[in-house]
């Protein structure tokens, strides 16, 4: 079982390595940081021009392939940046968009969010998170009632019908969670403060954070992924030894 998991392991990082040789564009010319706004604009625009343009439009009034980015506000340009979400290699009709090592580099993602938000007012900016002000009680109860019926319990995502598939929150970052609270992407809904207030994300922050360092409770890992897994784990090996009885059996008589 180890042995398998660890080739399943290499394999997947290989292929990851692969894939991210293939679509990693190259960096844009200076590592040199933009020292004004309109630097930062002008370097986002020609960056937009060579990675995003050809599915968002020039001056990001959309395409076939993507959506038009006016008034889309700094929060969801930073959100899909970061996370590795764009600039998407194909135009897929997938209803997710899979997280993936972010593509730039921080100062081409700033660029980037400067111009976007230079073309239309509007929008949630980049939210601002204190988890150490949070209530972790509190957090876990709102995480509870709104987060876990689609990320599951656990945080660990699930399915959520239709194809989308709501990801693991293991690995966003403390800015990426409030980030996605305030946007709502994809097929999540939107919180905006009306719904949950500063003191809320900061709380909810924290719990999701905190949730990480919690010990395995017991029984194999597998991933976190829940009885689901584990039954089908079972089912998995159980049959390979029935298969393998009924070859014995067959070879000895
Ligand atoms: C191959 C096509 C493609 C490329 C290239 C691409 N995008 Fe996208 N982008 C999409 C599609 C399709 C969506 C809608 C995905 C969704 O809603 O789940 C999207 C969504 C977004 C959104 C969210 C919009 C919203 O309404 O919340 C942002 C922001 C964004 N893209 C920014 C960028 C930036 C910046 C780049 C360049 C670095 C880029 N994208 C490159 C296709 C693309
Ligand atoms: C209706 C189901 C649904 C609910 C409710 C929901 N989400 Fe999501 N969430 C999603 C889906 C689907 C995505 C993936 C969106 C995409 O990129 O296409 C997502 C993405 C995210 C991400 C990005 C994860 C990453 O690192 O890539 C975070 C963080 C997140 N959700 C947090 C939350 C929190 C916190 C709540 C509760 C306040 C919540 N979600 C409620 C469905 C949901």
Redesign the pocket.
């Known amino acids: 079982m180890a042995l398998v998991r660890a080739c399943l392991v290499a394999l997947g990082l290989a292929s990851a390595a692969g894939l991210l040789l293939l679509v990693r564009p190259h960096r844009a010319s200076g590592a040199v940081p933009p020292r004004s706004q309109a630097q930062a604009v002008e370097r986002g625009r020609a960056?937009?021009d060579r990675?995003?343009a050809?599915?968002?439009g020039s001056g990001g009034l959309g395409t076939s392939?993507?959506?038009p980015?006016l008034g889309?506000g700094a929060a969801?340009?930073d959100f899909?940046?970061s996370t590795g979400r764009?600039?998407?290699?194909?135009?897929t009709q997938q209803?997710?968009?899979q997280r993936q090592t972010a593509r730039f580099s921080r100062a081409e993602i700033d660029a980037?969010v400067a111009y976007?938000t230079s073309l239309y007012p509007g929008g949630p900016p980049v939210p601002r998170v204190h988890p150490e002000r949070g209530d972790l009680v509190r957090g876990n109860r709102l995480f509870t009632s709104n987060c876990a019926p689609c990320h599951s319990a656990a945080a660990v995502g699930d399915a959520v019908g239709g194809g989308a598939v709501a990801p693991s929150l293991r690995q966003s970052t403390a800015t990426q969670i409030a980030e996605a609270v305030r946007?709502g992407?994809?097929v999540m809904p939107r919180f905006g403060p009306e719904a949950l207030d500063q003191h809320d994300l900061d709380s909810l922050v924290r719990y999701l954070l905190a949730l990480r360092t919690l010990p395995n409770p017991g029984g194999l890992g597998l991933g976190f992924v829940g009885p689901v897994a584990e039954g089908f784990v079972a089912w998995i090996a159980g049959l390979g030894l029935i298969v393998l009885a009924i070859r014995w059996i067959g070879t000895t008589t």
């Open positions: 960056l937009f990675f995003c050809s599915c968002h392939q993507g959506p980015l889309v969801a340009v899909m940046l764009m600039p998407l290699a194909v135009a209803p997710t968009v980037l976007v946007v992407p994809g």
